[in-house]
């Protein structure tokens, strides 16, 4: 394969991963939809670590661990702000 060939194949997997991240946002959305009407806080660091305890497992190739674990750890710190962020501007609405 050359150059070309390998970025176009990239650029496939990025475009199936913006969709399953599209995906994972619906959910989060739906979570913090779920959590206002429990009154539940946004942050629960124990099924955080219990989500990058189950990925870690899931690491086939033990040098991409800690580079695909970080990358999970800025998805959640996204996920998180986005329900805070809803939650707050939801709260106006109250």
């Known amino acids: 394969m050359n150059l070309e060939d390998l970025r176009c194949e990239i650029d496939q997997i990025d475009e199936q991963i913006t969709q399953l991240l599209e995906q994972r946002m619906n959910l989060v959305l739906d979570i913090a939809k779920t959590k206002k009407i429990q009154k ?37 710190k996204n996920s998180r702000a986005y329900q805070q962020n809803f939650l707050k501007e939801n709260k106006k609405t109250d």
Not at 41 to 68: C, H
């Open 40 to 76: 539940i806080e946004v942050v629960d660091l124990s099924r955080e670590q219990l989500v990058l305890d189950r990925i870690a497992q899931k690491v086939q190739n033990p040098e991409y661990r800690s580079t695909i674990i970080n990358t999970y750890q800025d998805i959640m």
